[in-house]
C-alpha cells in the first residue's frame, strides 16, 4: 500500500527566504505524486503533479518539486517565501496499475514571517 | 464556472441525528470521493464512487454512507453511529480511469456536533 510522510507538520520562513517541504513516499511501483496548497477553511487547490514525464516539476506561484526515485522523496521547493505563501501543504500519492485512490501526507503548516 | 459545490459550509448537529452533507460536481467527472480532514491528520477518505450507481468504502467508512444516483452528485450521510463526527468534510471529483488525474476539491463541509 502507498504511504506518504511529510517530515516537519510545521515550517517556519522568514519573508524572501527559501521554502522547503520534505516529501518522501513508499511504493512498489512508480508513483505519481502531488502537491496540493490550503488556505484556511477552504479546498484544496493542486500546486503540481509529478506523471513522469520530467523530474523537476514547476507548479503554481512559483513552486517546484524534484522527483528523486533514488531518496523516494518528492519535495516542494520556492526560492523566495511571500506573505501569501502561508498555508497548509499536503504532499500526495497514487500508485500505479488500477489502484486510483490517492493517499495523502498529514500536511506540514507554512508560516511566513515578515 | 465549472467546480464542485459543497453545502452547507457549516452545520451543527446534535448527537443521535443524522445529516446529509449534499455534494455536486459539473465537471462531468466519473469519479468522486469523501475525505475527512482532522487537525494533523491529512485527509483520510471516508468512500468514492467511479461509476454512477456504484462505490466503495475507503479507509473510513464505518459510521458514513452515500449514494451515487446521477453522475453531477454525490451526497455523505453522517449517521448517528459515527463516534466522533465533528470534522471538515471534503468532496471531490476527478477523471476516472487515470493515475496522473489530479483531485478537484470543493470549499469543504465544517461538521459540529453539540
Known amino acids: 500500500a502507498q504511504s506518504v510522510t511529510q517530515l516537519g507538520s510545521h515550517v517556519s520562513v522568514s519573508e524572501g527566504a527559501l521554502v522547503l517541504l520534505r516529501c518522501n513516499y513508499s511504493?512498489?511501483?512508480?508513483?505519481?505524486l502531488f502537491w496540493y496548497v490550503q488556505y484556511p477553511n477552504q479546498g484544496l487547490q493542486l500546486l503540481l503533479k509529478?506523471?513522469?514525464?520530467?523530474?523537476l516539476v514547476k507548479g503554481i506561484n512559483g513552486f517546484e518539486a524534484e522527483f528523486k526515485k533514488s531518496e523516494t522523496s518528492f519535495h516542494l521547493t520556492k526560492p523566495s517565501a511571500h506573505m501569501s505563501d502561508a498555508a497548509e501543504y499536503f504532499c500526495?500519492?497514487?500508485?500505479?496499475?488500477?489502484?486510483?485512490?490517492?493517499?495523502f501526507g498529514k500536511g506540514t503548516l507554512l508560516t511566513v514571517n515578515p | 464556472d465549472g467546480g464542485i459545490t459543497q453545502s452547507p459550509k457549516y452545520l451543527f448537529r446534535k448527537e443521535g441525528q443524522n445529516v446529509t452533507l449534499s455534494c455536486e460536481q459539473n465537471?462531468?467527472?466519473?469519479?468522486m470521493y469523501w475525505y475527512r480532514q482532522d487537525p494533523g491528520q491529512g485527509l483520510r477518505l471516508i468512500y468514492y464512487?467511479?461509476?454512477?450507481?456504484?462505490?466503495q468504502k475507503g479507509d473510513i467508512a464505518e459510521g458514513y454512507s452515500v449514494s451515487r444516483e446521477k453522475k453531477e452528485s454525490f451526497p455523505l450521510t453522517v449517521t448517528s453511529a459515527q463516534k466522533n463526527p465533528t470534522a471538515f468534510y471534503l468532496c471531490?471529483?476527478?477523471?476516472?480511469?487515470?493515475?496522473?488525474?489530479?483531485?478537484?476539491f470543493g470549499e469543504g463541509s465544517r461538521l459540529t456536533v453539540l
Open positions: 471531490a471529483s476527478s477523471t476516472a480511469h487515470s493515475n496522473t488525474g489530479e483531485l478537484f
Open positions: 511504493s512498489s511501483v512508480p508513483p505519481y
Open positions: 509529478y506523471t513522469s514525464a520530467a523530474t
Open positions: 500526495a500519492a497514487r500508485g500505479g496499475g488500477s489502484n486510483y485512490k490517492l493517499t
Open positions: 465537471l462531468n467527472h466519473d469519479a
Open positions: 464512487s467511479q461509476i454512477v450507481n456504484d462505490f
